[in-house]
């Protein structure tokens, strides 16, 4: 495809942008209860039409310039961001960034093609037909050289092609500013330098294209026409890569015949803790480069916390290219997608939840309608409970933490809400949870011999749903807020103490009274209780027995063995409403907690 041929802007602009300065950028974080400055005062200006290198040694403080000139980083960052030298406003200028990361997640089971659609479907305006969509699709996949891979899953690209799938979501909006950090890591140096002829051409078409390389080649670094290196949170070099190593040998620094000059620079860069006298006056310099381009800007930083205008538009102006009901659909749709696509799962979940129902109905065969083996039936309903919270609980933990990265990179791309985002989440998961649930509860159910009543079928289906549902939701909750190497373990083990309280292996009137209140906080006892009495209570008929004499004969005799006579059927499936209800309020809370962390 030719460049002529790459599809127009469809972020509507203010103004085009000529130049991106920053001014006395200072970022502290806290460290062991210390604070440590990553970066000291800095400024500098990116200039549209140019590929600008961010070059310094290793924890020079390049990525963290660049998460805070994207935006991706607020906290502890206070100085200026200028658009053509005037403070913009917040939200205008979060559309008007892209920022490609080290490592981009992606959806482990959509393909590129799709990964590009649904960027599109999310980033660009309702009023884009789908045809234009489609375009800016196929030109993308052409322009990054990704058509032989177009129709495959992102988690058998190999590592250059999903660094290209990474640019090519960054260009579906056709952003006018780009940062990307590290583009060409764990690329050879053919892929490399096709992805810096990418960013080239980008920065050809009027774009401000700013990127963090590490040791470019020479051949990769003549690519580039403007250099900014960073040494010690600090600028070194700013301006022409041409006339980088003049300034350098003005300030003391010769370059060896036949170095490369990006090394050299960073050579240079190294040595700012060791040879300060020399460094120093050349760091100055270019700190009096960057107050000469700013001299125009009259700002006194009185409120040194606002990196950008605040936005006083926020009624006026969307936030967000689509509506939420939209970005809800097109969220669902692709987590749905997702799901099923993730066929080893999916097909586990469905036969681990068939293969429980059989096993379950095989052991404790016909043991429902037998006054003799009540016991063993009422071993049977939780042994039902437990494998439904496990099974539920288990698999979102897993799989939820893998999202996460794709769910703070696009809200944080101004993609969707949280909101959408958490809909999405509950109701793309559901219809499986439930279609699991009901196989195994349905075979369960049948094997076991209960009671053959619809009500019954009914109530009983009910409470092992609304089980499921609290699981999956627990798993979400807990998915979000640990990390993968801990949920495994918490999950479980929090799972655990409510089983205890749930009136099957030590009843209420045997608990210390210090413990019973923890009984109504346990799902499992609404669950445990609610099953008894969807099978014994609602004056059922007498129960069977093949044996001379059967204790339990009576239905009302199993209930006062479980002290759950007076209970009511109601009040459990309230208290899972409850339950569910406070864990949608919790993901919620977790999933806004998980952005703040990452701020
Ligand atoms: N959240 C943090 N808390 C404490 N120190 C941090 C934090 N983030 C970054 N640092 C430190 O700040 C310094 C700059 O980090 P940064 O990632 O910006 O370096 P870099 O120049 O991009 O390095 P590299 O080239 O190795 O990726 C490093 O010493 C890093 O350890």
Same mark, same amino acid.
């Given at each position: 495809?030719?460049?002529?041929?790459?599809?127009?802007?469809?972020?509507? /602009?203010?103004?085009?942008?000529?130049?991106?300065? &920053?001014?006395?950028?200072?970022?502290?974080? @806290?460290?062991?209860?210390?604070?440590?400055?990553?970066?000291?005062?800095?400024?500098?200006?990116?200039?549209?039409?140019?590929?600008?290198?961010?070059?310094?040694?290793?924890?020079?403080?390049? !990525?963290?310039?660049?998460?805070?000139?994207? +935006?991706?980083?607020?906290?502890?960052?206070?100085?200026?961001?200028?658009?053509?030298?005037?403070?913009?406003? *917040?939200?205008?200028?979060?559309?008007?960034?892209?920022?490609?990361?080290?490592?981009?997640?992606?959806?482990?089971?959509?393909?590129?093609?799709?990964?590009? #659609?649904?960027?599109?479907?999310?980033?660009?305006?309702? @009023?884009?037909?789908?045809?234009?969509?489609?375009?800016?699709?196929?030109?993308?996949?052409?322009?990054?050289?990704?058509?032989?891979?177009? #129709?495959?899953?992102?988690?058998?690209? !190999?590592? =250059?092609?999903?660094?290209?799938?990474?640019?090519?979501?960054?260009?579906?909006?056709?952003?006018?500013?780009?940062?990307?950090?590290?583009?060409?890591?764990?690329?050879?140096?053919?892929?490399?330098?096709?992805?810096?002829?990418?960013?080239?051409?980008?920065?050809?078409?009027?774009?401000?294209?700013?990127?963090?390389? #590490?040791?470019?080649?020479?051949?990769?670094?003549?690519?580039?026409?403007?250099?900014?290196?960073?040494?010690?949170? *600090?600028?070194?070099?700013?301006?022409?890569?041409?006339?980088?190593?003049?300034?350098?040998?003005?300030?003391?620094?010769?370059?060896?015949?036949?170095?490369?000059?990006?090394?050299?620079?960073?050579?240079?860069?190294?040595?700012?803790?060791?040879?300060?006298?020399?460094?120093?006056?050349? $760091?100055?310099?270019?700190?009096?480069?960057?107050?000469?381009?700013?001299?125009?800007?009259?700002?006194?930083?009185?409120? !040194?916390?606002?990196?950008?205008?605040? !936005?006083?538009?926020?009624?006026?102006?969307?936030?967000?290219?689509?509506?939420?009901?939209?970005?809800?659909?097109?969220?669902?749709?692709?987590?749905?997608?997702?799901?099923?696509?993730? /066929?080893? /799962?999916?097909?586990?979940?469905?036969?681990?939840?068939?293969?429980?129902?059989?096993?379950?109905?095989?052991?404790?065969?016909?043991?429902?309608? @037998?006054?003799?083996?009540?016991?063993?039936?009422?071993?049977?309903?939780?042994?039902?409970? $437990?494998?439904?919270?496990?099974?539920?609980?288990?698999?979102?933990?897993?799989?939820?933490?893998?999202?996460?990265?794709? &769910?703070?990179?696009?809200?944080?791309?101004?993609?969707?809400?949280?909101?959408?985002?958490?809909?999405?989440?509950?109701?793309?998961?559901?219809?499986?949870?439930?279609?699991?649930?009901?196989?195994?509860? /349905?075979?369960?159910?049948?094997?076991? +011999?209960?009671?053959?009543?619809?009500?019954?079928?009914?109530?009983?289906?009910?409470?092992?749903?609304?089980?499921?549902?609290?699981?999956?939701?627990?798993? $979400?909750?807990?998915?979000?807020?640990?990390?993968?190497?801990?949920?495994?373990?918490?999950?479980?083990?929090?799972?655990?103490?409510?089983?205890?309280?749930?009136?099957?292996?030590?009843?209420?009137?045997?608990?210390?009274?210090?413990?019973?209140?923890?009984?109504?906080?346990?799902?499992?006892?609404?669950?445990?209780?609610?099953?008894?009495?969807?099978?014994?209570?609602?004056?059922?008929?007498?129960? =069977?027995?093949?044996? $001379?004499?059967?204790?339990?004969?009576?239905?009302?005799?199993?209930?006062?063995?479980?002290?759950?006579?007076?209970?009511?059927?109601?009040?459990?499936?309230?208290?899972?409403?409850?339950?569910?209800?406070?864990? #949608?309020?919790?993901?919620?809370?977790?999933?806004?907690?998980?952005?703040?962390?990452?701020?």
């Amino acid at each position: 495809m030719s460049l002529d041929e790459t599809v127009e802007v469809v972020i509507p /602009l203010v103004k085009t942008i000529t130049s991106l300065s &920053f001014r006395n950028l200072n970022y502290t974080v @806290n460290q062991k209860g210390s604070k440590k400055q990553l970066l000291k005062n800095i400024s500098g200006t990116f200039r549209s039409g140019r590929l600008t290198a961010i070059m310094g040694p290793s924890g020079a403080g390049k !990525s963290s310039l660049l998460n805070a000139l994207s +935006g991706f980083k607020t906290q502890g960052i206070t100085g200026r961001i200028l658009i053509n030298n005037e403070v913009v406003d *917040r939200l205008k200028y979060r559309q008007l960034v892209a920022y490609n990361t080290q490592d981009v997640p992606l959806l482990q089971n959509i393909t590129v093609q799709e990964t590009l #659609h649904y960027a599109a479907d999310l980033k660009l305006s309702s @009023n884009v037909t789908r045809i234009h969509k489609t375009k800016i699709v196929n030109d993308i996949v052409a322009l990054l050289g990704l058509e032989k891979c177009a #129709h495959n899953q992102a988690r058998v690209l !190999s590592g =250059g092609e999903r660094k290209r799938l990474s640019i090519g979501l960054e260009l579906v909006s056709n952003p006018k500013l780009l940062f990307f950090d590290e583009p060409t890591s764990g690329l050879d140096s053919e892929s490399s330098y096709q992805v810096i002829s990418y960013l080239k051409d980008l920065a050809k078409q009027g774009r401000c294209v700013v990127s963090v390389i #590490h040791q470019p080649s020479s051949e990769l670094l003549e690519l580039f026409d403007d250099i900014y290196v960073v040494a010690d949170g *600090r600028c070194m070099y700013q301006g022409a890569l041409e006339d980088m190593i003049g300034t350098l040998a003005s300030a003391g620094f010769e370059c060896p015949q036949y170095y490369n000059r990006a090394d050299f620079a960073i050579k240079v860069a190294s040595t700012v803790n060791t040879d300060p006298e020399k460094i120093n006056p050349l $760091m100055k310099q270019m700190e009096s480069i960057s107050n000469d381009q700013l001299n125009g800007f009259h700002d006194e930083l009185n409120d !040194s916390e606002k990196l950008l205008n605040e !936005s006083s538009r926020r009624g006026s102006s969307p936030q967000y290219p689509i509506s939420q009901l939209r970005q809800f659909l097109i969220l669902t749709r692709r987590t749905a997608l997702g799901t099923i696509r993730n /066929l080893t /799962l999916t097909r586990l979940r469905l036969l681990g939840h068939i293969m429980f129902g059989l096993i379950v109905g095989s052991v404790f065969y016909d043991v429902g309608d @037998n006054g003799a083996k009540v016991l063993a039936n009422i071993s049977c309903l939780i042994m039902i409970l $437990m494998f439904i919270v496990f099974s539920n609980s288990m698999t979102v933990v897993l799989t939820f933490p893998l999202e996460m990265g794709v &769910f703070v990179r696009e809200h944080k791309n101004n993609c969707y809400s949280v909101a959408a985002y958490f809909f999405s989440k509950i109701v793309a998961d559901f219809p499986l949870m439930l279609f699991g649930v009901t196989c195994c509860q /349905l075979i369960a159910y049948y094997l076991t +011999g209960q009671p053959n009543e619809t009500e019954r079928i009914a109530m009983f289906w009910g409470i092992c749903g609304l089980m499921a549902w609290t699981a999956q939701m627990y798993g $979400m909750v807990a998915g979000c807020l640990c990390p993968v190497e801990v949920s495994p373990f918490v999950v479980p083990s929090s799972i655990v103490p409510m089983v205890l309280f749930s009136g099957f292996f030590i009843r209420y009137g045997e608990l210390l009274d210090a413990y019973k209140p923890l009984t109504y906080v346990s799902y499992f006892r609404y669950g445990f209780e609610g099953l008894a009495l969807a099978t014994y209570g609602f004056n059922r008929t007498e129960i =069977g027995c093949e044996e $001379m004499f059967c204790y339990y004969r009576k239905s009302k005799k199993v209930l006062e063995l479980l002290e759950i006579q007076n209970s009511n059927y109601w009040f459990d499936v309230a208290g899972l409403g409850v339950w569910i209800t406070v864990l #949608h309020v919790l993901l919620y809370v977790s999933l806004r907690l998980r952005l703040k962390w990452t701020q």
